[in-house]
């Protein structure tokens, strides 16, 4: 019984952690960057438009970077999508435990590793939520 209820109490603490990350990428994470993206993309053209022969080398990385880091988070989000409903539609117990920790926990890491990435690149105005280095040293 003990073991059946450590088993359950596993698997909804990670089916919570899981459908968290797809309701902030997908309503805030995503959005945020394609907005960081747009804008960039705008100031790209601006800035040659503006002065013909001034490089924008610097601005064309990060809009390539965000753009494929943004594709990264976008997939990672449809596997997550797709490995919480399945887990969620198992019998509960060991064997949807097991199928968390195997099959969700290493896409939610998938997840978060453009994520991560992106806090780092996109404007700290245009994310949507406290940074680490908000969390560590502004709280």
Same mark, same amino acid.
């Given at each position: ?6 088993? /359950? ?11 968290? %990350? ?38 064309? /990385? ?16 449809? /596997? ?14 060991? /064997? ?23 806090? %780092? ?19």
């Amino acid at each position: 019984c003990r073991a059946e209820i450590k088993y /359950e109490t596993y698997a909804k603490a990670i089916n919570i952690e899981a459908r968290s %990350m797809i309701d902030i990428a997908s309503k805030h994470i995503i959005p945020a960057v394609i907005k960081y993206i747009t804008s960039l993309a705008t100031s790209i053209n601006q800035v040659k438009e503006a002065c013909g022969g001034v490089t924008v080398d610097v601005q064309t /990385e990060l809009l390539k970077e965000s753009s494929d880091l943004l594709t990264a988070t976008r997939d990672a989000l449809v /596997e997550l999508t797709l490995k919480a409903d399945k887990a969620s539609a198992m019998r509960r117990g060991k /064997e949807q435990a097991e199928f968390y920790l195997r099959e969700v926990v290493p896409v939610m890491n998938s997840l978060r590793a453009p994520v991560d990435r992106l806090e %780092m690149i996109v404007n700290k105005e245009m994310w949507p939520m406290p940074s680490y280095g908000d969390l560590l040293f502004e709280v």
